[in-house]
């Protein structure tokens, strides 16, 4: 499968999902309907692919 998230782009997408799960933990309540979405930053970062990445032809990799 290529790659079309860089190195700076996924640790920017894991930290948002730490950030966020953190928030939930302390906040609670409907914060974690904002944890959802992050995690599908996380598993994009971890996959090295994003398919709307994909569709729109951007590629932040070095890679190809």
């Given amino acids: 499968m ?3 998230v860089g190195a700076f782009d996924g640790w920017f997408r894991t930290l948002l999902f ?3 799960a953190c928030a939930g933990i302390i906040i609670g309540g409907s914060m974690w309907l904002l944890v959802i979405p992050t995690s599908v930053l996380f598993l994009t970062a971890v996959l090295r692919w994003c398919p709307l990445y994909d569709i729109m032809d951007i590629n932040t990799s070095k890679t190809y």
């Fill in 2 to 4: 290529k790659t079309n």
């Fill in 18 to 20: 730490i950030l966020s």
